[in-house]
């Protein structure tokens, strides 16, 4: 009997993404502090729905577009380089994005390196963005599929700890429930960054010595 292969694969970057990667995968794309908790906070507080640009005046100009029929339903979301953007209506801190601001929107997020890691994982057939505070709900989500892929959105090009160890967070939970995927040397070395931490340190601690921490 043939036993079809399983592949659960992390990219650093989204850079390290190859041509053909994603095809047909289920993808998680981190970028844990913010973007992807910023989502995870937006949904939470009952935004309609969430669409990521990777360009400034693309999102302006789709809320322009969006607000035609439905005047004040969409709101602008994001950040360069860590700073707010002229004209929008919320940055990239989760906690902002509550119910009173956010209920029954649209948002349009741009951010600096999230949302460039969501337009490399667009190969995938379905896509989620994690954070610590969905973890769980990725790894239900993910968990039948028979090729995952785990894009981290890095800082500038540059790899950061909070996103992999995260991605070594969903590497663990997901080999606990199935070991017979086979993982890229990014997925073995993120499993280890996280199952090697201290474990009596507390995760914001751990988190406040990153980069984006």
């Not at 990239?92 to 349009?108: A, C, D, F, M, R």
């Not at 610590?132 to 800082?155: D, P, S, W």
């Amino acid at each position: 009997m043939n036993v079809k292969s399983r592949f659960l694969n992390v990219y650093a970057l989204p850079s390290a993404v190859t041509a053909g990667a994603l095809d047909g995968a289920g993808a998680a794309v981190i970028d844990v502090l913010r973007a992807t908790s910023v989502a995870a906070f937006a949904a939470a507080s009952g935004v309609d729905s969430i669409i990521p640009l990777t360009d400034i005046d693309e999102a302006r100009y789709l809320k322009t577009v969006l607000e035609k029929e439905k005047p004040g339903s969409v709101l602008l979301g994001g950040e360069r380089f860590g700073l707010p953007i002229d004209g929008f209506d919320l940055g990239n801190s989760p906690q902002h994005y509550t119910p009173e601001k956010v209920k029954g929107k649209t948002l349009i997020q741009t951010t600096t390196n999230g949302t460039v890691a969501v337009e490399a994982a667009k190969p995938a057939a379905k896509i989620i963005l994690a954070s610590f505070l969905n973890a769980q709900t990725v790894v239900n989500v993910l968990q039948n599929e028979e090729r995952i892929a785990i894009v981290c959105a890095g800082t500038n090009g540059v790899e950061t700890e909070e996103d992999l160890l995260f991605a070594g967070c969903l590497v663990s939970r997901l080999l606990s429930l199935n070991s017979a995927w086979q993982q890229n040397e990014t997925a073995i070395r993120v499993q280890q960054l996280w199952e090697e931490r201290n474990p009596g340190e507390p995760l914001t601690e751990t988190l406040r010595r990153s980069c984006g921490g």
